[in-house]
């Protein structure tokens, strides 16, 4: 059975049911539906617990995709017991939100970054107060300062942010919508999920994000390292943001 992705039709779901389908031979949680977004693209995957019907409180440490079947794989911390689950079971899912609501501003932010800095992406990382995206500039001709102000005009421009999809054929005639040279979008299944923002972005992306720009509060560009010859690397944070 395939796991419903939940997280990516309501990036703001912080709890649902669900039902244990199985559970692996080193210990992982299958579930029929998720909240928890698997790492990918660069994004954490998320942490938080599981509500079992005795009211015991099982707390998960990661959540990624199996390399095979696709699925959740809901990782238990250390030390934590699964007598009391069975494949069956019915579980109330708890995100930490907090964590997820820092990777959904930043992941965000990298998407504006792309926009102020329009150069092919070699890579990327994000973290809970830290984020960065690495780039192909052969020549670079700006200070930290003036792109922390293209970021800060976008953010406060308050642009929607939405998703949609198109067709793999669709994608294909369209090869300029992929800014990362390091990963492709997943294909296959036929289509393609693009992420928007305003009129100022479209491009593939399946993490979490939030409603709108200005959701993503305060932001600078905190470092520009020289990665080689014509990789630059990026870094952003939050500035003076205390629910972290």
Wanted: some cysteine; glycine content about 10%.
């Amino acid at each position: 059975m395939t796991c419903e992705a939940l997280f990516r039709s309501d990036s703001y779901l912080s709890i649902c049911d669900a039902t244990v389908t199985a559970i692996t031979e080193d210990g992982a949680i299958l579930l029929d539906r998720s909240i928890f977004y698997p790492t990918g693209g660069g994004q954490p995957g998320d942490c938080g617990w599981l509500e079992l019907p005795n009211g015991e409180r099982l707390e998960l440490a990661a959540t990624r995709k199996d390399r095979d079947s696709g699925d959740n794989l809901h990782i238990p911390a250390e030390g934590q017991s699964l007598d009391a689950l069975s494949e069956g079971l019915s579980v109330v899912c708890h995100l930490d939100w907090a964590n997820r609501y820092a990777h959904m501003r930043l992941h965000t932010a990298l998407h504006l970054l792309s926009v102020a800095l329009p150069y092919p992406v070699t890579g990327g990382q994000i973290g809970k107060e830290e984020a960065r995206l690495d780039f192909n500039i052969p020549d670079p001709n700006f200070t930290k300062e003036e792109v922390t102000q293209k970021l800060i005009d976008m953010i406060e421009a308050d642009h929607a942010v939405s998703e949609l999809w198109i067709s793999d054929e669709d994608l294909d005639a369209q090869p300029d919508l992929v800014k990362t040279m390091s990963v492709q979008p997943p294909r296959g299944a036929g289509k393609v999920r693009l992420i928007a923002i305003g009129d100022i972005d479209l491009q593939p992306c399946g993490g979490t994000h939030v409603g709108t720009t200005l959701e993503i509060g305060a932001i600078e560009v905190s470092k520009i390292e020289n990665k080689g010859k014509q990789n630059r690397r990026v870094r952003i944070r939050f500035v003076g943001d205390d629910t972290l």
